[in-house]
């Protein structure tokens, strides 16, 4: 007898979890949805780098009625900063990038959520090189103070501030922004409600 609920397979490991109980996504994974509307985007995890908010904000999607078409990405190389990111001083430790089948799995989808973190020049470095190789429509979600006039100052073209067409460095847009989003740590009511505004008003504009 039906109980009013619907039953959900989420494919979302290529390796074994980290944490008790394998909870936390490794780098690599993937889960992917019956219809690709929308994919979060998250760090790959470690001390520092927490993906915990990619799950909240998946699962806060999926009640909103797109629970078909939510999917979330772990990138492989998904900490540090890419190798061209115009920061003065010397960049220690790995360097963000982004695969040829992460860049795949992404331009799938009509709304890529990107969750980079609590480094406002993190932020704004790794959402251009994703947005550098994926034709996508994105929302940018992080902790820190970032306004599109840093990404547009980087070469990123946003729905509200445009780079000089010389100085344009993207193929893909960011066309909401949601700060105040703490790694390791559910987002407030607001800042989810923010989210969930911007991916919605983004698919409705699309389709």
Same mark, same amino acid.
């Given at each position: 007898?039906?109980?009013?609920?619907?039953?959900?397979?989420?494919?979302?490991? =290529?390796?074994?979890?980290?944490?008790?109980?394998?909870?936390?996504?490794?780098?690599?994974?993937?889960?992917?949805?019956?219809?690709? +509307?929308?994919?979060?985007?998250?760090?790959?995890?470690?001390?520092?780098?927490?993906?915990?908010?990619?799950?909240?904000?998946?699962?806060?999607?999926?009640?909103?009625?797109?629970?078909?078409?939510?999917?979330?990405?772990?990138?492989?190389?998904?900490?540090?900063?890419?190798?061209?990111?115009?920061?003065?001083?010397?960049?220690?430790?790995?360097?963000?990038?982004?695969? +040829?089948r992460e860049i795949e799995q992404i331009e799938r989808h009509k709304v890529a959520v990107l969750h980079h973190g609590n480094i406002r020049s993190h932020?704004?470095?790794?959402?251009?090189?994703?947005?550098?190789?994926?034709?996508?429509?994105?929302?940018?979600?992080?902790?820190?103070?970032?306004?599109?006039?840093?990404?547009?100052?980087?070469?990123?073209?946003?729905?509200?501030v445009m780079p000089k067409p010389d100085d344009i460095r993207t193929k893909g847009t960011v066309m909401g922004l949601v700060t105040g989003i703490t790694?390791? =740590?559910?987002?407030?009511?607001?800042?989810?409600? +923010?989210?969930?505004?911007?991916?919605?008003?983004?698919?409705?504009?699309?389709?």
């Open positions: 007898m039906p109980l009013g609920r619907v039953t959900q397979l989420v494919d979302c490991r =290529q390796s074994m979890g980290m944490g008790k109980g394998g909870s936390l996504a490794q780098r690599g994974t993937i889960s992917e949805c019956k219809n690709p +509307d929308v994919i979060i985007v998250g760090m790959s995890p470690g001390r520092r780098h927490i993906t915990k908010p990619v799950c909240d904000i998946t699962s806060a999607l999926r009640q909103q009625g797109i629970e078909y078409s939510v999917s979330t990405l772990v990138l492989n190389a998904g900490s540090g900063v890419p190798p061209d990111a115009d920061i003065g001083g010397v960049a220690l430790g790995s360097n963000f990038g982004i695969l +040829d932020v704004v470095h790794k959402s251009r090189k994703i947005l550098q190789e994926c034709s996508v429509n994105a929302v940018v979600v992080c902790q820190a103070p970032v306004d599109y006039e840093d990404l547009a100052k980087a070469g990123v073209k946003t729905a509200y790694r390791g =740590q559910t987002p407030s009511r607001v800042a989810m409600s +923010d989210v969930i505004h911007e991916v919605l008003r983004i698919i409705k504009s699309t389709n």
